[in-house]
């Protein structure tokens, strides 16, 4: 089905959410059409938000919003939607488009299985009507669930329309761009090449990928990585609690903006604790590349002095190699908290690969390694 047909169907005005590879095709849709326009269109921090934000337009204008996530966002949908839109609160009625990564029986990465085999039971168990658009879905049948999912929604409850890979498409193309000069996988290189054999926690998405086939090519051990496959916006949480139990190791940060934004309070609680041996990279291509490119917010985010607000005793912000080179190893020399604000571009090589291991294989050698260090 086209992208165009499925929102003329939904009939809604206003769009939030966070972007989706399952969703491409309507997220690019809305690009095009509004691009980042708070009136109609607006690309949230994490799902949660986007469910307040939706929340907020409903009140102020009494009309049906929509929140577009990938299934992984429900999870952060499940507290907004229990306590704030369900009937028995405040009876806030919205349209949920749910990307379905790790549907059962479609082959996926590890992260996404399990997600995808309760995607229906979740929103079942918040009493929240479903329907799955798959390729074979005609315009009459969307249109027989609408008017179906009308009557709930005008009760005060909340439906979801469930999306299959490739159910969607568009055929309008969105280039996204920067004009920072850095790669992501070259940025990464040069963190390994410095980091040495100390440990690194890496976020979710192609950063991860990246990072595995460097150690590929450098005929390295994976042993030294955490590959954050899934739960966006938590790697740099996973690397503080490491730091805390392993004071005198170094332990690397390797972070996305668009993993900074979904769970911000994550800095917060760093600069409070302020582990002496912790460096946190963010690396700042300004999208949510992974998913497609569509943008975030933290073009418009000074990073650093919000890091300096947080408590991190060092902040500084890169854009070159050689002043990224400067800061690492000074960071490795250095005896305390530190954040590293990469400006990079948008883009990754089109055969960049997939790790090789599992994550449980991940997961045991990392720790193994970690039994060696102080």
Known sequence: MKAEKFVEILNSD????????????????LMNTYGIDPKHH??????????????????????????????????NIINPAASLLNEKVYAIPMMFVIGWRGEPGVHDEPQHIYQ?????KLL???????????????????NAAMEKFQKILDKGKDVAFIIRKNALDYDEKVLYKNDNIMTREEIIRHIVAVSGDDPIVSTTGKASRELFEIREANKQSHKYDFLTVGSMGHSSSIALGIAINKPNTKIWCIDGDGAVLMHMGAMALIGTNKPKNLVHIVINNGAHE???GMPTAAGNIDLVALA????????????????????????????ELAL?????????????????TTALENKQNFMEYLKNQM
Do not use: W
């Not at 995808?116 to 229906?120: A, F, H, I, N, P």
């Not at 902040?315 to 490795?332: K, P, Q």
């Open 116 to 120: 995808g085999e309760v995607t229906v």
């Open 42 to 75: 607006i690309i949230a921090a994490n799902e949660g938000n986007c469910a307040a934000i939706a929340a907020g337009y409903h009140l102020a204008t009494g009309k049906i919003p929509v929140v577009y996530m990938q299934n992984s966002g429900e999870g």
């Open 308 to 335: 300096k607000a947080c408590g991190y005793p060092t902040a500084v912000g890169v854009d070159n190699f050689d002043d990224l080179d400067r800061e690492l190893l000074s960071a490795r020399s250095r005896g």
């Open 14 to 29: 206003f769009y939030t959410g966070v972007p989706d590879s399952q969703l491409k095709a309507l997220c690019n849709y």
């Open 124 to 142: 079942d168990d918040m009493d929240i009507s479903s329907f799955v658009v798959g390729k074979e879905t005609t315009e009459e049948d969307l």
């Open 290 to 292: 992974t998913v497609g």
């Open 340 to 356: 590293i604000e990469v400006k990079c571009s948008i883009g990754a090589r089109e055969d960049l690969g997939r790790p090789t």
